[in-house]
């Protein structure tokens, strides 16, 4: 018999998680785990509350590998890739630095100047994609 302690609300349900058959022949669990296999998609869930979407993505995806999105996410920044990166704690700021010399020459002379310049780009996409590679995070490639 359970114990009340071992069915906790916000807790993944471990002993009392239905799966659920669906008038097709595929569980939601089969389904999502194909998605996520599926190279170059990205998956959303959507449903009413309540309707245990985030349980379903704990069952198969395992919590520590899952990104939560929301809408009010994207009120700072409205990038997709920025917005995960944030979420998962990597900077997209990198910068490289590189010396130029410009001169003339002025009576036979060469008259020089060194300027060293420094820019700062934005990696989007393939930073993030590769963090996940890197940490063994990505199921689909």
């Known amino acids: 018999m359970l114990k009340s302690y071992q069915v906790i609300p916000g807790v993944f349900p471990t002993y009392t998680y ?3 058959q ?4 595929f569980s939601y669990e089969f389904r999502l785990e194909q998605s996520i296999l599926t190279i170059g998609y990205l998956t959303s869930i959507v449903g009413t509350s309540k309707t245990e979407k985030s349980v379903l993505c704990e069952k198969v995806i395992v919590l520590d590998n899952i990104v939560n999105l929301s809408g009010s996410d994207f009120k700072v920044n409205d990038n997709f890739w920025t917005v995960v990166a944030s979420k ?4 997209l700021q990198s910068s490289s630095e590189y010396s130029k010399i410009e001169g003339k020459v ?4 060469t008259e020089g100047r060194s300027k060293t310049i420094t820019e700062s780009f934005r990696l989007l996409k393939d ?3 590769q963090y996940f590679f890197s940490n063994n995070l990505w199921k689909g490639g």
């Open 106 to 109: 002025t009576y036979g002379l």
């Open 22 to 25: 669906p008038k097709e022949d």
């Open 18 to 20: 239905v799966t659920r």
């Open 88 to 91: 998962v704690g990597i900077s």
């Open 127 to 129: 930073k993030v994609l």
